[in-house]
């Protein structure tokens, strides 16, 4: 039996009432959450395009290891609903389909956010029996760091990488993990009838009917309609007139640094600024040396993206679990 939160219960209460509009929160991962209310019609057409591309009907379950207080797990509940699916959920943690009570033997679709696939891949190499049978997982909530990816490819697992935000109603493009090509490597396919373009570097995002956004990802757009992300604008760290992405240099070391990364620009006199590594405190992987880390990063980066400082932390990051850079 599926454990709903307070939240979870007021957003069910709120789907059913004669409002047109659900209040939803942005994840605040560059800064304060913000609330913003999303018309109920355009959540089901998002609900839908789901739907549709993964096939799901009143045959289907579909688990949410991720809060319903996101709008990645209200999704997951209001794609049941429309489909005339089941749904279940657990109190989200970062060892996800453990409590016999809430984990179903067979999942059609899962939702869960990047760390908490680590414990599905462990478990899956060590203990695969403990694992109910799961048709396809839904991954998002943050990128997906290269070592975890290279791991869910070789897994064999059904798992796609999913792009959006709560201003879209959820993902509006999807990317089928290991299914890319050397020339498009991480490329999303947008989801039916939404088309992206570029603006000043940057992805838009057009959805009939209801909405034009102008994001802060910079992005390169293909000409078949995908699409690939580079970083965030905001967080571009610009030192000595060289743009650098964080989330590119934590990609990179994320190959060879077991431990969860972040960077981030820092003033400097003389750059304006520079790049500082953090390397978590937490974790299962082995903590590399200073000495150590430093011959990774002159190893994997451009000479422009070396940190100039190097320490070890707690690294900061919102409810959803995605890293607070500001």
């Known amino acids: 039996m599926s454990k709903l939160t307070l939240e979870a219960i ?117 203990d695969r029996m403990s694992l109910p049978k799961i048709e396809a997982i839904l991954i998002g909530g943050s990128p997906i760091p290269i070592g975890l990816e290279e791991r869910i490819a070789a897994s064999g697992l059904n798992a796609y990488e999913t792009y959006g935000m709560t201003e879209t109603a959820s993902h509006i493009a999807i990317r089928k993990i290991g299914s890319q090509g050397t020339d498009k ?69 994320a190959v060879r640094i077991d431990r969860e990364v972040m960077v981030k620009g820092i003033p400097d006199p003389k750059w304006g600024s520079c790049v500082k590594l953090i390397i978590s405190e937490e974790g299962a992987g082995a903590r590399p040396s200073l000495e150590e880390a430093e011959q990774i990063c002159r190893e994997l980066l451009e000479d422009y993206q070396v940190p100039k400082c190097i320490e070890f932390g707690k690294l900061p990051k919102t409810t959803s679990g995605k890293l607070k850079r500001n």
């Open 10 to 126: 007021e957003f069910i209460a709120n789907w059913h009432d004669s409002s047109s509009e659900v209040a939803c929160y942005t994840s605040g991962s560059t800064g304060r959450p913000s609330r913003i209310l999303l018309p109920k019609e355009e959540m089901k057409k998002s609900a839908r395009r789901t739907i549709d591309y993964f096939g799901l009907n009143r045959e289907s379950n579909i688990h949410s290891a991720i809060s319903l207080s996101t709008i990645g797990g209200r999704m997951a509940w209001l794609r049941a609903e429309i489909s005339g699916g089941s749904f279940s959920c657990e109190i989200p943690s970062n060892r996800p389909l453990t409590d016999p009570e809430t984990t179903p033997s067979h999942i059609t679709l899962l939702s869960v956010v990047p760390s908490q696939m680590i414990s599905i891949l462990d478990r899956l190499e060590t």
């Open 185 to 253: 490597k991480g490329a999303f396919t947008p989801l039916e009838d939404i088309r992206v373009f570029e603006k000043d570097e940057c992805l838009g995002i057009d959805i009939p009917g209801w909405k034009q956004i102008i994001t802060t990802d910079e992005a390169r757009v293909f000409p078949d309609g995908s699409f690939s992300i580079l970083g965030r604008r905001d967080n571009v760290i610009i030192t000595g007139g060289k743009k650098v992405h964080p989330e590119e240099v934590e990609k990179k070391l």
